[in-house]
C-alpha cells in the first residue's frame, strides 16, 4: 500500500486534501474547499455546485439533503470511489 501512495502522489495529496477539508469544515466550520469559478463569475449554480455539500450530507446519512444539494451525488461517489478501488487493483497486479 505504501508503493501506491508513492507512486500515486497526485491521487494522495487530493484524498489527503479533501479528508483535512471535511474535517476542519466538520468539527471547526473552517471552509478551504475549491470554489466554484463558474459560480463565482456568472452567480448561476453550475451541475457540479453542491456536490461537496451532498458528499458531506451523505457522510452524515442525510439523503434527503444529499439529494436537495446535488441528486448527482448518488453517481458520483459510487463511481469516484469504484475507480479508486480498481486502480489500487491495478496497481498490486503490476
Given at each position: ?63 434527503r439533503?444529499?439529494w ?8 458520483i ?8 478501488i ?9
Amino acid at each position: 500500500m505504501f508503493a501506491y501512495i508513492k507512486n500515486r502522489r497526485l491521487l494522495t495529496a487530493l484524498i489527503v486534501y479533501f479528508i483535512v477539508a471535511i474535517v476542519l469544515f466538520q468539527f471547526f466550520q473552517v471552509d478551504i474547499f475549491i470554489p466554484c469559478l463558474y459560480h463565482h463569475f456568472t452567480g448561476r449554480e453550475c451541475w457540479g455546485c453542491g456536490t461537496t455539500r451532498a458528499g458531506l450530507a451523505l457522510m452524515q446519512f442525510d439523503f434527503r439533503l444529499a439529494w436537495q444539494l446535488n441528486p448527482l451525488i448518488y453517481f458520483i461517489a459510487p463511481g469516484a470511489i469504484s475507480l479508486i478501488i480498481f486502480d489500487i487493483v491495478q496497481f498490486e497486479k503490476k
